[in-house]
């Protein structure tokens, strides 16, 4: 290659963060507190342009998203896109081991590309207790049009956000964690930030025509509670997963944990009137129930106040798991083609376990993973590593990848572990504790291929689906119970595996991956922007040479 040619393709790389030829959606957000009455007590929620839920993201695979977002809340800020890949992007995660948050009385622009991907996700603030109080969001991702999708053209689409709520403040929430105690159990169930009171005066959430097909994007986007899902006198057909086209079963109700997002087609073939959504809390001892009205176009008569019940029991929850395969036939966008088909074959390289539970620092509640319980630093870890000055904000590889034999004084430090670029992983969380659990992992899709009662041994890989499992971002451990997952780490970057609990996540069950890209090549991560917030002791340093091809 002539030095010319290499020039102009360095400063294509250097400029093409995101790639000119892929179409722009820009979204401008105001954040703001504001008053609803969301359960029927008057209190402050996070408002995004005076919405909560906060305005849908709705783009195309590969779509350029840029989001300029306004903090005008009297605390920092960030917003996380779950699910969306990032690929060589952690820049633009959302977590505070990722970037600098969004001081107050700041605007920040977010620029990200959707790269390869399709489906239902959703955006949440990851800052303070925010998420248990609004400012969130659903994400749309559309199969660009010549790509064929396995379902027929849906009459029209509708985002169901549920989720478990607090009637408290975002700054009580967050005292009481402080002050070592927890939140307590929720209020109450939402969808779409409402709950329909069945007293006749509801307005419906939805309407369907008869005889025509529904898509309906569902995300449990609450704090805590796993959800039961379910349509009053109608079947779901399951299409989509967390980004993944599944095996298109048809289900009753659905069981959706904390974080996680489920596309269904509902066929309006039922009596013209009115139906009952229903959202209930799961593994709980006393049920919410949270309801909202789909109704037929020129139907007639309220729904019926008989609520379908919802199933009882972990193994109902694990069958139903068990069910859930990816379609491996049905063309799309797949960001990691090499090892997404295969994936039963490659050699795992590495097994972290990790023993998820609660414990104590200083006589006060906390989580932890392998009695390590994070916490944030001034500085982002990804800058400072990028600067070179990591010894001076953290410390790798803290937690061992095995748990450690007692667990009741967990360790408060920033929980970093050094992944190696490009290793076939193995991960395996064990929930020893008495509630449910639900991840995360930014930056990838990993297949799940178990969750069992019990305990883990190596013996247990002879029940892995290494062949069909889902490849998704978010994974469910029920109590007593263990789930694995297998993962290529091919994505270089500071990577956030967290606590989809928010309670959890704030006092420190989450820890972070960093994938260093070996050679600082360009090809595997994007540089520092010129846009990217600094702060904290790397504010002063001179930028640090870029990365080369
Ligand atoms: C940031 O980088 C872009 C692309 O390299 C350049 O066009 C722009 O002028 C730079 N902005 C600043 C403030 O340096
Ligand atoms: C955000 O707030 C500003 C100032 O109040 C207003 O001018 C602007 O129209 C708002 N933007 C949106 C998208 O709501
Ligand atoms: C959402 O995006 C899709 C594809 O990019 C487009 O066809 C559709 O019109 C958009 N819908 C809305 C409500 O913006
Ligand atoms: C803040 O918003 C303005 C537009 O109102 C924009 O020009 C500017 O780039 C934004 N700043 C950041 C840091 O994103
Ligand atoms: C998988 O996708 C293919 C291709 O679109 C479709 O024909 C098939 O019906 C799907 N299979 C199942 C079991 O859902
Ligand atoms: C996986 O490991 C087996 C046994 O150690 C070895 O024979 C095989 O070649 C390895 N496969 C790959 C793809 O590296
Ligand atoms: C991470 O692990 C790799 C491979 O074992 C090693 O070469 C590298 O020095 C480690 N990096 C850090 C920062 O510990
Ligand atoms: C890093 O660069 C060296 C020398 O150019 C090359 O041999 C090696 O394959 C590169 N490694 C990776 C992982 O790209």
């Known amino acids: 290659m002539g030095r010319g040619m290499m020039l102009m393709l360095l400063a294509s790389l250097m400029v093409g963060m995101v790639m000119a030829e892929d179409p722009y959606v820009y979204y401008t957000w105001n954040v703001t507190y504001g008053t609803l009455s969301p359960l029927g007590v008057p209190q402050q929620v996070i408002l995004i342009n005076g919405e909560f839920p906060g305005p849908q993201i709705n783009c195309s695979s590969n779509n350029n998203i840029v989001v300029n977002v306004f903090n005008k809340l009297d605390e920092p800020v960030l917003f996380t896109w779950s699910g969306i890949q990032q690929r060589k992007n952690s820049w633009m995660d959302g977590t505070l081991g990722a970037q600098c948050p969004i ?25 303070s207790m925010h998420r248990a109080v609004g400012g969130y969001g659903m994400i749309r991702v559309f199969s660009r049009l010549l790509i064929p999708v396995p379902y027929p053209d849906p009459e029209d689409e509708y985002n169901v956000l549920i989720g478990d709520w607090y009637t408290k403040k975002q700054e009580t929430l967050k005292a009481l964690l402080d002050s070592g105690k927890s939140i307590g159990r929720p209020a109450g169930v939402l969808i779409n ?105 020129n139907g007639k008569g309220p729904a019926s106040p008989e609520i379908p019940e919802a199933p009882t029991g972990i193994a109902w929850s694990i069958n139903q798991f068990r069910s859930f395969r990816w379609n491996l036939t049905a063309s799309a966008a797949r960001p990691n083609p090499q090892g997404s088909y295969k994936y039963g074959q490659i050699n795992i390289t590495r097994t972290i376990r990790l023993d998820a539970a609660r414990g104590k620092a200083q006589g006060k509640l906390r989580y932890g993973l392998n009695g390590i319980s994070h916490v944030d630093s001034e500085t982002p870890l990804k800058l400072a590593e990028y600067y070179g000055v990591a010894d001076r904000v953290f410390k790798y ?18 929980n970093v572990v050094n992944v190696t670029f490009r290793t076939f992983v193995e991960i395996i969380i064990e929930n020893r504790d008495t509630s449910m659990q639900s991840y995360n992992l930014d930056g990838y899709a990993f297949f799940l291929v178990a969750t069992e009662p019990g305990q883990w041994n190596p013996e247990k890989r002879k029940n892995y689906n ?55 090549s360009l090809r595997d991560e994007y540089n520092l922007m010129n846009t990217t917030q600094i702060c904290g002791i790397v504010k002063d340093l001179p930028t640090p040479p870029p990365y080369s091809s």
Request: hydrophobic fraction near 35%; aromatic fraction near 12%; include cysteine.
């Open 466 to 520: 290494l062949l069909d499992a889902v490849s998704r971002h978010t994974v469910q451990v029920f109590p007593n119970c263990w789930a694995a997952i297998l993962l290529t780490f091919d994505n270089a970057g500071m990577w956030n595996f967290r606590s989809e609990l928010a309670e959890n996540h704030y006092l420190g069950q989450q820890m972070y991956f960093s994938v260093l890209s070996p050679n600082r």
């Open 193 to 297: 930030g409402k709950s329909a009171k069945g007293d006749g005066s509801d307005e419906p959430l939805f309407t369907m025509k008869a005889g025509k097909t529904y898509k309906y994007r569902i995300c449990n986007a609450g704090t805590k509670n796993s959800l039961n899902f379910r349509i009053q006198g109608h079947v779901m057909k399951l299409v989509e997963m967390e980004g993944s086209h599944t095996v298109q079963n048809t289900y009753n109700s659905l069981d959706v944990h904390v974080g996680q997002c489920m596309t269904v087609l509902v066929t309006a073939d039922q009596e013209p009137k009115d139906y009952y959504l229903v959202a209930s809390t799961r593994f709980t001892q006393t049920v919410l129930t949270g309801k909202g009205i789909v109704r037929y176009e």
């Open 397 to 414: 590889d803290t937690m061992s990848d095995v748990p450690p034999a007692t667990l009741a004084t967990l360790n408060v430090v920033p």
């Open 103 to 127: 001081l107050p009385g700041t605007n920040y622009t977010y620029r990200f590309q959707v790269k390869d991907q399709i489906g239902t996700f959703f955006y949440y603030p990851t800052t």
